[in-house]
């Protein structure tokens, strides 16, 4: 039962491509919020849209861009769901409009015919005139939408024009309901339907609106079929039945719909589309796609783009990250001096909540920088360029060119990536891709590259070798999620065909600037909410391991270790008793933060689990280290600060700490009084952060993407894939 004090609630469908959410966002400006469909994991984009005639207030939704009904992926899913009133809290939308490119109006209007089969009033939106009318198109928008029987309103999304006639229509159509016109049904497919609806009678068979019944006798998978209540075995049958009764009938299930419902829309556009007598001549879009599309130039060039994209990444990000550093560091100041006399406390604000915000916020400037990129190559057309290029690559190894964004999105951040895969309609290749794209070499690795390439290979081998080994290791994990994909295509569902990869490419634009920054900010926002919430309550809990037990013995026995060595001149050269400069306090402090970390429960442990890493070269410091990376990998610099008895202000640049580095001595063992670090350590250390998972929130968000055992089995593959590189590469290297 529709509830009468609902918001009016329209929603926006159409095909890839077309400018759907381009006029989603003219329609609702920055009224718009982005969640999660109930259940799934599916983005919802939802806004509010002022109407122009009376100012009424209604709520507009961005469906994903979908070819049809017949369901694969998760966002064509959601598309069927929503309309069909069993996505949105059991509502469906009060009206549809239906985003057309006038280009490609028989296609387009494929979708359009299926949608009408649900019932629900219709609007249709003839995107894109401005091309058409360059390319000599003329449409008889008012005889369209007279043979249609619904309203029919030419707009250009990127120049709002006919907007005000779209919401005025929009008006109308809420009152009067239009509905367009179907397709009158052979008797063998009536059949077909009437025999479904009889054997789903009592199972939502008597409920299910016409459209429903057709996606189930006409799609191999449907959305539908998962709202049955009768055993899966029962209702297969009755589907089953249904289809072979239609093939007895001289139909092909599979075929039967589109070549009907072309049958039907056919002799509608008659009269209605018309190409103006012009010399056919190449377009520009054609002209550029000589170069971008070549197998040679085009891979060069996209080369040389994703270069530019990734060095400005980091070069324009670099001063608000510094920027943001430094206001942490003021804030934990602050935080610091505000609770001196509660140490506990002090500790958790200043390690564990500013730090644990500090921790993700910091990557946010790389993030934004990205996906303004991201945003603008898509807009411009370029991106699905880029996917066609990337098909012929990842075709050997089970992905498709779908798999290109998320993958290219991973190496700012595996989470935004993750949802990215999303759009991919082959299950298997989704699923490859969601598990190879930790691999890629997120922005929270930088630091442990900058740091140990600046204490071991810079000052040995120089500049160009450090940039060169800094470049390289950006790309071990790509080369390892080759073989790895390869592997997994043979293994999951071995006996299931590849789903062909079809991408259309979409004319070059100038892109809207505005809109550009507003999916920039929307990417991240969405970051910080989802990422960073998860990054939060890890680092709170990985603060507790490192603080507790807090033994008060620790602290006087260090205290008075060290004024015996002050006071026998070892340290300073100086006797002073108990009394301390500036110097020797902060020293003083350092150790007995460096004991405390180390009777800690995660000290502890990492001194435990160290033998298992010793064959990579790692003592428990590095251990401890990387077990306590685990929220956010940049954390082991810290950490190693920490325990170095250096402050937990030390970064990837700090000389201190690569000093330090640079003369740890093994502590106890076969190796006492070795050095810790060497390029074979360094370098094991670097491939080890390369491989494995990239941070918790990853680990969240695949569980929330596919389940807590795909998790579980991703992360516990990447860690022994990375420790056993590591391991690789410390023992080969000590033997040069």
């Known amino acids: 039962m529709s509830d009468p004090t609902a918001p009016t609630r329209i929603a926006l469908i159409g095909n890839p491509n077309t400018g759907k959410t381009s006029l989603f966002n003219t329609l609702t400006g920055l009224r718009q919020r982005v969640g999660n469909y109930s259940g799934v994991t599916v983005e919802k984009k939802t806004g509010i849209w002022l109407l122009p005639l009376s100012g009424r207030e209604v709520e507009l939704i961005d469906l994903p861009g979908t070819y049809s009904l017949s369901a694969k992926s998760l966002d064509e899913r959601v598309a069927v769901d929503v309309m069909t009133g069993h996505g949105l809290a059991g509502r469906a939308p009060d009206l549809v409009v239906v985003v057309v490119d006038v280009e490609n109006l028989r296609r387009n209007l494929f979708l359009a015919s299926q949608a009408s089969e649900l019932g629900v009033p219709m609007v249709i939106a003839l995107n894109c005139w401005d091309v058409a009318e360059k390319k000599g198109l003329q449409i008889d928008s008012k005889l369209l939408e007279q043979r249609l029987g619904v309203p029919v309103v030419p707009t250009v999304a990127k120049r709002k024009s006919g907007v005000a006639e779209l919401g005025k229509a929009v008006e109308s159509a809420l009152e009067t309901k239009p509905q367009m016109a179907r397709p009158q049904w052979p008797p063998a497919v009536r059949k077909a339907l009437a025999k479904l609806r009889e054997g789903l009678a009592g199972e939502h068979g008597e409920s299910l609106r016409d459209g429903e019944l057709q996606r189930l006798l006409f799609d191999r998978q449907s959305a539908v079929r998962e709202r049955l209540q009768k055993p899966v075995d029962a209702h297969e049958a009755i589907i089953c039945g249904a289809r072979k009764q239609l093939y007895q009938d001289g139909f092909q299930p599979d075929a039967a719909e589109s070549t009907l419902r072309y049958r039907f829309l056919t002799p509608l556009l008659n009269d209605v589309l018309e190409r103006q007598a012009m010399m056919r001549k190449r377009s520009t879009s054609e002209s550029i796609d000589q170069l971008l599309l070549h197998k040679f130039w085009g891979l060069l060039v996209f080369v040389g783009m994703m270069y530019v994209v990734f060095q400005s990444v ?4 670099g001063p608000a990250m510094d920027l943001i550093e430094g206001a942490v560091g003021w804030l934990q100041g602050i935080a610091a001096e505000q609770l001196t006399a509660t140490p506990m406390l002090q500790s958790l604000v200043v390690d564990g909540i500013i730090g644990g915000v500090g921790a993700f916020v910091v990557f946010l400037p790389q993030i934004l920088v990205l996906f303004f990129f991201i945003a603008l190559l898509e807009a411009t057309g370029y991106m699905a360029r880029a996917a ?8 050997w190894c089970g992905l498709n060119g779908k798999s290109f964004v998320p993958l290219l999105t991973s190496f700012a951040c595996a989470i935004p990536g993750i949802m990215a895969t999303r759009t991919i309609n082959d299950r298997k290749a989704r699923l490859i891709t969601i598990l190879i794209a930790p691999l890629m070499s997120c922005s929270a690795r930088l630091p442990v590259y900058l740091l140990l390439i600046g204490a071991f290979i810079e000052p040995r081998y120089g500049p160009g070798v450090a940039g060169a080994t800094l470049f390289g290791m950006h790309f071990v994990g790509a080369l390892i999620a080759a073989p790895i994909a390869w592997i997994l295509n043979r293994c999951i569902d071995k006996g299931r065909p590849p789903i062909p990869f079809v991408m259309e490419l979409p004319h070059y634009r100038v892109p809207q600037i505005s ?23 890890m680092t709170i809990v990985i603060w507790a391991l490192l603080y507790f037990p807090r033994p008060d013995a620790i602290e006087t026995e260090t205290r008075t270790r060290f004024i015996s060595e002050v006071t026998e001149g070892r340290l300073s050269g100086q006797s002073g008793g108990a009394e301390f400069d500036a110097t020797e306090s902060a020293e003083l402090e350092a150790r007995i933060a460096a004991r405390y970390l180390e009777q800690s429960y995660m000290g502890r442990f990492g001194q435990w689990v160290q033998p298992v890493f010793a064959p990579a070269g790692y003592d428990w410091k590095i251990t401890v280290g990387v077990l306590a990376s685990f929220p956010a990998r940049e954390i082991i610099v810290s950490t190693l600060g920490i325990i170095y008895a250096l402050g937990d202000e030390v970064d990837e640049t700090s000389g201190d700490l690569r000093n330090t580095l640079s003369n740890a001595k093994w502590e106890s063992g076969p190796r006492e009084g070795e050095p810790v670090f060497n390029i074979p350590v360094a370098l094991s250390i670097m491939v080890f952060f390369a491989l494995c998972m990239q941070c918790g929130a990853t680990l969240a968000v695949i569980a929330k993407e596919l389940n807590w055992w795909w998790s579980a089995a991703s992360f516990f593959a990447l860690t022994a894939i990375a420790w056993l590189a590591a391991v690789v590469v410390y023992q080969v290297g000590m033997l040069f």
């Open 314 to 317: 980091y070069s324009w990000a």
């Open 515 to 537: 809109l550009v920054f507003l999916r920039m900010y929307e990417s991240g926002k969405e970051f910080v909410l989802r990422a960073g919430t998860v990054i939060f309550a």
């Open 388 to 395: 066609f290029l990337m098909d012929k690559l990842f075709q």
